[in-house]
């Protein structure tokens, strides 16, 4: 039992993303949930590219912008969403790069 689970190479190292089943790592076997888009969830959110607060939501550390898998975006507002943190970035509320 032990034996096919355990790698020799895994054994030294305990890798942080060593999870205890397969059943996270394969895709078919992941729970699907369904993700809404915030923006389209709630009508009432406006994307402004002058709000700082609400832009830095949207880039990491790096000042990247995130992929719609981390905002949870919806296809035409995550092209929102880009358009407005490069417009942030224009005006300087938001970096083009950092660290
Ligand atoms: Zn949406």
């Given at each position: 039992m032990a034996d096919k689970k355990s790698n020799n190479r895994n054994n030294k190292k305990k890798r942080f993303?060593?999870?205890?089943?397969?059943e996270e790592f394969n895709p078919k076997f992941r729970k699907m949930r369904k993700k809404v888009c915030s923006m389209c969830a709630n009508k009432e959110i406006v994307l402004d590219y002058k709000n700082y607060d609400q832009m830095k939501?949207?880039?990491n550390e790096k000042g990247k912008i995130l992929p719609r898998r981390a905002t949870g975006a919806c296809a035409k507002h995550q092209r929102e969403i880009t358009q407005a943190v490069k417009r942030a970035r224009h005006i300087a509320i938001l970096p083009y790069t950092q660290g």
């Open positions: 993303n060593n999870n205890n089943s397969d939501k949207f880039v």
